[in-house]
């Protein structure tokens, strides 16, 4: 594997802190509230050393620098909202890295210049090598990777394209969306995403029932783009509600025993297996 191998005992500490992490801190809350509301007592209540010592190996972990990756394997296309958070927790325990929107928030949004001068005509290659600096190895429908498939599907010959769509078709990527009055539109990626799709520029001035229109168009117009664009073995169009088979048989893997994730709003850290260059399954190279 190009991403190497790190100790037993320092992997299964990461893993440790990673898998559990929610529920610690979920744990100590409880804890607190029983407490507080007098049904036990402050010493049996004390999650203090259970912090302390997530702390300690959640330090070790960090000494561990990120390895760079050397290519993608797996191109994600799309767009966010339509499950790509659950496929994204689904690539990490088939072994896999996945890169997802949150690449363009990382050190206060100084990556995302890079993705607004590619998406204005500018070089894709600051964009690309972002991605792989960061180490990731697969990448998702979720923006800004998922606009940029045909470029990652032609800088990578042998990687296979999972063409991501909403379980509920284009009205239901409508419907996610729209939400909230159009908050599902891709928060603090507007620029971006207006390069792509109209119905999320806001500077054009439709009702609420022609954005729908128009974004239904866009959905329907990419993913009709994508299936023509992409030959027929390097594709699989896919939604999270085909579970694992299709998935694991298109990347010839296992399927796993495990419940697939159904996860949504980018709630990443509901996912049972690790989301993070220092978990295991990277360090090993499982997918690697």
């Known amino acids: ?5 790190r100790s037993t005992e320092t992997t299964r500490a990461i893993k440790v802190v990673l898998r559990s992490e929610v529920k610690i801190f979920m744990t100590c809350f409880f804890l607190i509230a029983l407490a ?15 912090l302390q010592k997530q702390a300690t190996i959640v330090q070790s972990s960090r000494s561990l620098k990120v390895q760079p990756s050397t290519g993608i394997k797996i191109v994600g296309a799309g767009f966010g909202r ?35 001068d590619w998406a204005r005509g500018g070089s894709f290659e600051p964009c690309l090598q972002q991605v792989l600096q960061f ?38 990527f409508v419907h996610s969306v729209a939400k909230g009055d159009w908050r599902g539109c891709f928060t603090g990626q507007h620029e971006l995403m207006s390069y792509f799709m109209d119905c999320c520029n806001f500077r054009l001035n439709f009702t609420d029932s ?42 010839g893997l296992p399927v796993p025993d495990d419940d697939f ?16 260059t220092n978990s295991p399954h990277v360090l090993s190279g499982v997918a690697g």
């Open 1 to 5: 594997s190009h991403f190497g191998s």
């Open 36 to 50: 507080l509301s007098g049904l036990a007592n402050a010493e049996e209540c004390n999650c203090t050393s259970l």
């Open 210 to 251: 022609k954005r729908r229109e128009v974004c239904a168009n866009d959905y329907l117009r990419t993913h009709e783009k994508i299936k023509r664009t992409v030959p027929a073995h390097r594709l699989l169009t896919y939604t999270a509600s085909d579970g694992w088979e299709p998935l694991a048989n298109f990347l």
């Open 261 to 276: 994730p159904h996860l949504s709003g980018g709630h990443t850290y509901m996912c049972p297996w690790p989301l993070d």
């Open 135 to 172: 180490g990731y190895n697969a990448t998702t429908s979720d923006q800004p990777t998922g606009l940029a498939w045909k470029e990652f599907m032609d800088r990578f010959p042998a990687a296979k394209v999972l063409n991501i769509e909403h379980p509920l078709g284009a009205q239901g």
């Open 82 to 116: 339509s499950g790509s958070t659950s496929v994204e927790c689904a690539l990490s325990r088939l072994g896999y890295y996945p890169s997802a929107g949150s690449i363009t928030f990382k050190r206060g949004g100084k990556f995302l210049p890079a993705w607004l």
